[in-house]
T-cell receptor, first 115, second 113 residues
Framework: DADVTQTPRNRITKTGKRIMLECSQT?????MYWYRQDPGLGLRLIYY???????NKGEISDGYSVSRQAQAKFSLSLESAIPNQTALYFC??????????????FGPGTRLTVL | AQSVTQLGSHVSVSEGALVLLRCNYS??????LFWYVQYPNQGLQLLLK??????LVKGINGFEAEFKKSETSFHLTKPSAHMRDAAEYFC???????????FGAGTRLTVKP
């Protein structure tokens, strides 16, 4: 079983709709991240969470919100989706107190299309 | 803020040839540097990382990278390419103990038979 899972894997929606992308992990890591990937731009950090009570904006947080419901779950919401939010979204985790504190572990991604 | 530049969005090599993917970084503090690989329809997988120990870092699948502070570079190499190496490769940088990781735009490696 995958350690970091994302649902849905693919989603097509319309402009103005509210969308939630979910991430779950079984690694027991405290830190979780949301990125978006666009061709030619690499990955850009949207939000990150150091624990359930600590959420931080990343490089491109405008238009997005997050919720850390538990150590294992970190959701990304688009309150009113717009076409330029069409992208591949990745969740990642890391364990600052573990044996490999600097490595981030990525989920398989969610491909979101906003029409 | 730290940043990474990957030179060449596409690199094509023949099977058995040397692979060289270039990465230059900018950071105001000593950086941690990473190379990740993304196979089609998959997430990113760590290839190797530099975290201020040995400057020549060996990773999985025969890849290695050398941290050169004077050149602000962290180029990825592999002596002999395999077909299975075809993927997209991302260089990334983060300051020590800070998870604000910045990725390069990626380099797509094609391996010709």
């Amino acid at each position: 079983d995958a350690d970091v899972t994302q649902t849905p894997r693919n989603r097509i929606t319309k402009t103005g709709k509210r969308i939630m992308l979910e991430c779950s992990q079984t690694k027991g890591h405290d830190r979780m991240y949301w990125y978006r990937q666009d061709p030619g731009l690499g990955l850009r950090l949207i939000y990150y969470s150091f624990d359930v009570k600590d959420i931080n904006k990343g490089e491109i947080s405008d238009g997005y919100s997050v919720s850390r419901q538990a150590q294992a779950k970190f959701s990304l919401s688009l309150e009113s989706a717009i076409p330029n939010q069409t992208a591949l979204y990745f969740c990642a985790t890391s364990d600052p107190m573990g044996t490999d504190p600097d490595t981030q572990y990525f989920g398989p991604g969610t491909r979101l299309t906003v029409l | 803020a730290q940043s990474v530049t990957q030179l060449g969005s596409h690199v094509s090599v023949s099977e058995g040839a040397l692979v060289l993917l270039r990465c230059n970084y900018s950071s105001s503090v000593p950086p941690y540097l990473f190379w990740y690989v993304q196979y089609p329809n998959q997430g990113l997988q760590l290839l190797l990382k530099y975290t201020s120990a040995a400057t020549l870092v060996k990773g999985i699948n025969g890849f290695e990278a050398e941290f050169k502070k004077s050149e602000t570079s962290f180029h990825l190499t592999k002596p002999s390419a395999h077909m299975r190496d075809a993927a997209e490769y991302f260089c990334a940088v983060t300051p020590y103990n800070n998870n604000d990781m910045r990725f390069g735009a990626g380099t797509r490696l094609t391996v010709k038979p």
